[in-house]
């Protein structure tokens, strides 16, 4: 059975990007991810594509899998995208009546979806090159000042590990209960309208049952095995930055800075 790569799927690889601290990773996806909103040069925001296509091609990742991790986003960005372009009113392109297509509209949505799929990417770059365990040890080392506050940081961040570590699992499953159903002869794709949401209830209402079932053995589990939240755990490998780390480090203050500051075209 073949599997979309999707987000929070760890993919193995021998490259630097893999090596690196994954704090220097989450702080590369903290900082370019606003620039891809804030930057309104096309100039500079097509540099910041192009830094993003050397980080995909560092952490030898095959493009296929970004775009097959897409494919579930690619829906409502499509629609996003028409509700801009019909209804954003400007210089004129083409009249329907009721309904006017701008340049303004079609600018507009093509820059969105531009600055959707940058941050689209990063999300999954971050993913496909960090493992869930030295995800949740970045995000709570970044996140530890937070604790002065009364913030349960490790509550927090173990949440979002379980959901991040989920999402595979479940599409999994879905994939499994379909072609379960495509065997008895539930087939979604050619059944009229009208029973459509009825194949889809029987494919929803397993997989939200063996999602609380999996949920129950795992808070099961970590009960039996003494899970008191982060009060007195400690881990067998500390995060140290390298020498690799400074330097890439160094270069994102630099990128972000030199694109914020320059002068556009």
């Keep these: 059975m073949v599997l979309n790569r999707s987000l929070g799927q760890y993919i193995p690889r021998e490259s630097i990007i893999h ?6 990773k989450l702080f590369c996806v903290v900082v370019f991810m606003p620039l891809a909103f804030i930057l309104q040069d096309y100039y500079k925001i097509s540099a910041l594509t192009f830094l993003l296509l050397l980080m995909l091609r560092a952490g030898q990742i095959p493009l296929r899998y970004y775009w097959q991790g897409l494919k579930p986003f690619i829906w409502l960005l499509c629609i996003i995208a028409l ?7 400007g210089q004129v392109l083409l009249d329907l009546g009721l309904i006017n297509i701008s340049r303004e509209g079609m600018d507009q949505a093509g ?3 531009w600055r959707i799929l940058l941050v689209l990417f990063l999300a999954q770059w971050l993913t496909f090159t960090t493992t869930l365990s030295d995800l949740t040890k970045g995000l709570e080392y970044l ?3 937070l604790k002065r506050i009364g913030l349960p940081v490790h509550e927090l961040v173990m949440i979002m590990t379980i959901a991040l570590s989920f999402f595979p699992i479940l599409l999994q499953e879905g994939e499994r209960i379909h072609k379960a159903q495509l065997s008895r002869g539930a087939d979604i794709k050619n059944a009229p309208w009208r029973h459509k949401w009825r194949i889809m209830v029987s494919l929803l209402v397993p997989l939200f049952l063996q999602s609380v079932n999996r949920a129950t053995t ?9 899970y008191r939240g982060g009060q007195g755990r400690t881990r067998l490998k500390e995060l140290r930055l390298g020498s690799w780390d400074y330097i890439a480090t160094l270069l994102i203050l630099i990128t972000s800075l030199s694109l914020i500051f320059f002068p556009g075209a």
């Excluded at 509700?83 to 009113?89: H, M, P």
């Excluded at 795992?218 to 003494?226: F, H, N, P, S, V």
């Design 143 to 145: 996140l530890n000042p």
């Design 218 to 226: 795992l808070a099961e589990a970590m009960e039996i095995r003494g």
């Design 19 to 24: 090596f690196l601290d994954p704090r220097v």
């Design 83 to 89: 509700l801009q372009i019909l209804f954003i009113q």
């Design 111 to 113: 820059s969105f979806m």
